[in-house]
């Protein structure tokens, strides 16, 4: 099983998701991450404000992302920056 799942065609479409993949890759690219990073991600409403924040969990490769407590993850605000807001 790959560990990012690929976003359907639609998905792609869809800004928001457009949007929170720029912003994790910059978020890989601003923490010297390597270019082939997986990660997992997902959008949802934590906040109640009506707009779904994006949850990105970086996979692989382990020894950058993870160590013995688990792997990083990272909360994208949902505010036209998607800057992260907690990692």
């Not at 065609?9 to 270019?35: C, F, H």
């Not at 990105?56 to 688990?70: D, I, V, Y």
């Given at each position: 099983d790959?560990l990012l799942?690929?976003p359907?065609?639609?998905?792609?479409?869809?800004?928001?998701?457009?949007?929170?993949?720029?912003?994790?890759e910059?978020?890989?690219?601003?923490?010297?991450?390597?270019?082939?990073?997986?990660?997992?991600?997902?959008?949802?409403?934590l906040?109640n404000d009506g707009?779904?924040e994006?949850?990105?969990?970086?996979?692989?490769?382990?020894?950058h992302?993870?160590?013995?407590?688990?792997?990083?993850a990272a909360?994208?605000?949902?505010?036209?920056?998607?800057?992260?807001?907690?990692?």
């Amino acid at each position: 099983d790959p560990l990012l799942p690929l976003p359907d065609e639609v998905a792609l479409q869809d800004t928001d998701t457009r949007l929170l993949m720029d912003a994790i890759e910059n978020y890989i690219k601003s923490n010297n991450g390597p270019s082939n990073t997986l990660y997992e991600f997902s959008r949802i409403d934590l906040n109640n404000d009506g707009q779904p924040e994006g949850i990105a969990l970086m996979k692989a490769p382990h020894q950058h992302w993870c160590n013995e407590s688990g792997c990083m993850a990272a909360i994208f605000e949902s505010a036209g920056n998607r800057q992260p807001v907690r990692n």
